[in-house]
T-cell receptor, first 112, second 116 residues
Framework: DQQVKQNSPSLSVQEGRISILNCDYTNSMFDYFLWYKKYPAEGPTFLISISSIKDKNEDGRFTVFLNKSAKHLSLHIVPSQPGDSAVYFCAASALSARQLTFGSGTQLTVLP | DADVTQTPRNRITKTGKRIMLECSQTKGHDRMYWYRQDPGLGLRLIYYSFDVKDINKGEISDGYSVSRQAQAKFSLSLESAIPNQTALYFC???????????????FGEGSRLTVL
């Protein structure tokens, strides 16, 4: 049973518009969340994180929102750029778990 | 040079062969991990190690073994490869985040393994 779910395998948006990538989790012990970006032929790279004491964290064009009651987080990219086209993974951690649990990823394509 | 280096980057082998994937890091991190990526399944943890004497099974350890030869080296072995072990394998490292969480992972570029 997947504890971290990304239900949209793919998403396409126009350049300049907002991209919203979603992630749901089932384990109520998770309290630290991260997003990673992966280009073809490269390893994933860290993008942004949020702990459960916050509901929002921003870094430039990237904002992560956390809704603990719904066990849902989302990554907003504004404005989207063609270079943002990649696979995005969300991941979750709990202090007791000693490891990250990843979702299945969403392929974002930003169209020029 | 990459901070996390994996060798080989690509390998084609036959069923029943023994395969070793190697990982070395220059980040000075104590924690190292092996993940496997499959389409539609994301990244799944095979084994992880928090120091040379601390080896732990992950979500999908069956059919795999690991060796932590030094702080900087962590190798993954497939004793008898089978076709459903065809996948993209990633090594990663991390350091502790304040509060004791496993935080940001630093990944290698991946090793693509094909088992015929």
């Amino acid at each position: 049973d997947q504890q971290v779910k990304q239900n949209s395998p793919s998403l396409s948006v126009q350049e300049g518009r907002i991209s919203i990538l979603n992630c749901d989790y089932t384990n109520s012990m998770f309290d630290y969340f991260l997003w990673y970006k992966k280009y073809p032929a490269e390893g994933p790279t860290f993008l942004i994180s949020i702990s459960s004491i916050k509901d929002k964290n921003e870094d430039g064009r990237f904002t992560v929102f956390l809704n603990k009651s719904a066990k849902h987080l989302s990554l907003h990219i504004v404005p989207s750029q063609p270079g943002d086209s990649a696979v995005y993974f969300c991941a979750a951690s709990a202090l007791s778990a000693r490891q990250l649990t990843f979702g299945s990823g969403t392929q974002l394509t930003v169209l020029p | 040079d990459a901070d996390v280096t994996q060798t080989p980057r690509n390998r084609i082998t036959k069923t029943g062969k023994r395969i070793m994937l190697e990982c070395s890091q220059t980040k000075g991190h104590d924690r190292m991990y092996w993940y496997r990526q499959d389409p539609g399944l994301g990244l799944r943890l095979i084994y992880y190690s928090f120091d040379v004497k601390d080896i732990n099974k992950g979500e999908i350890s069956d059919g795999y073994s690991v060796s932590r030869q030094a702080q900087a080296k962590f190798s993954l072995s497939l004793e008898s490869a089978i076709p459903n072990q065809t996948a993209l394998y990633f090594c990663a490292t991390s350091d502790l985040v304040a509060g004791g969480y496993t935080g940001e992972l630093f990944f290698g570029e991946g090793s693509r393994l094909t088992v015929l």
